[in-house]
């Protein structure tokens, strides 16, 4: 189960290296500053960081199976789905369920996150959860 686990968190991680790219694409770091209700480099950067590390702690749990390690990534999993459920929620405030192409504000108003496709967001968080849920198994000693 441990390497199912790495598996969806490696996919996982490339749905989120995808919508990582729009948002950069799109400028959302120069948005940062704007005023409104969108994501902040903070955050999504923060999410960004603490899954990659939560990841790699994975990797080496896989590779010498302590028990430690496996309670250390489920912790920075957590922590990693409270930031994606709190910019899914500034996602989902933004309408970002307009289609694309749609009349809407000009570019520069738009903010990166709007840009993300709904597949994607919707097969990360999906992805991820079930993730989530793998890896607290694994750590209780589910499969062993």
Do not use: C
Not at 4 to 10: M, P, Q
Not at 46 to 51: D, E, G, K, R
Not at 100 to 128: I, K, Y
């Amino acid at each position: 189960m441990k390497w199912v686990a790495l598996v969806t968190w490696v996919l996982t991680a490339g749905g989120g290296f995808v919508m990582l790219g729009v948002w950069l694409k799109n400028g959302g770091m120069r948005q940062g500053a704007q005023p409104g209700d969108r994501i902040r480099p903070p955050r999504i950067l923060s999410h960004f960081a603490l899954a990659a590390i939560g990841l790699v702690l994975w990797i080496v749990y896989v590779a010498a199976d302590e028990d430690g390690l496996a309670w250390a990534a489920l912790v920075l999993l957590a922590i990693v789905a409270a930031l994606g459920f709190s910019m899914l929620a500034i996602w989902l405030r933004q309408g970002s369920h307009r289609p694309a192409g749609a009349p809407g504000p000009t570019d520069d108003a738009v903010p990166a996150e709007r840009h993300f496709p709904n597949v994607v967001v919707a097969v990360h968080g999906l992805v991820a959860a079930v993730t989530l849920v793998l890896v607290f198994l694994v750590a209780i000693g589910v499969g062993e």
